[in-house]
């Protein structure tokens, strides 16, 4: 939910919500002060929020800003991999990004699905 003023009239042609890079989902005009909308799936801390209606950017308060949960690491499977070879192994867990992002291990890029 964004709130501030001057968000125009129920009949306000465009409003567009983006979050980072990322365009936010459905928006839902509720009043001249008040706007929801649904953060695209993403990953990061302290992301600007930025709002656009009828083509004209609002002013944004230094806390406008948001932020994803943190990964979190569940489980691995196998627990015990051999030293001398190559293993694949399955990190299980929460708020990895979505899927198709790139995770960084310090052994180089697999991918999230």
Same mark, same amino acid.
């Given at each position: 939910?964004?709130?501030?003023?001057?968000?125009?009239?129920?009949?306000?042609?465009?409003?567009?919500?983006?979050?980072?890079?990322?365009? #936010?989902?459905?928006?839902?005009?509720?009043?001249?002060?008040?706007?929801?909308?649904?953060?695209?799936?993403?990953?990061?801390?302290?992301?600007?929020?930025?709002?656009?209606?009828? =083509?004209?950017?609002?002013?944004?308060?230094?806390?406008?800003?948001?932020?994803?949960?943190?990964?979190?690491?569940?489980?691995?499977?196998?627990?015990?991999?051999?030293? #001398?070879?190559?293993?694949?192994?399955?990190?299980? =867990?929460?708020?990895?990004?979505?899927?198709?992002?790139?995770?960084?291990?310090?052994?180089?890029?697999?991918?999230?699905?």
């Amino acid at each position: 939910m964004l709130r501030g003023r001057n968000f125009g009239g129920a009949a306000a042609a465009s409003i567009g919500v983006q979050v980072g890079a990322s365009a #936010a989902g459905e928006v839902l005009w509720v009043s001249d002060a008040e706007i929801w909308c649904n953060a695209a799936a993403g990953v990061g801390t302290g992301l600007p929020v930025s709002l656009r209606v009828a =083509g004209r950017a609002a002013a944004a308060a230094p806390s406008a800003l948001l932020s994803y949960d943190p990964p979190l690491i569940a489980a691995v499977e196998p627990s015990l991999a051999p030293v #001398a070879a190559a293993a694949t192994v399955t990190v299980l =867990g929460y708020n990895f990004g979505p899927a198709g992002d790139e995770v960084l291990p310090r052994g180089g890029p697999v991918g999230v699905s």
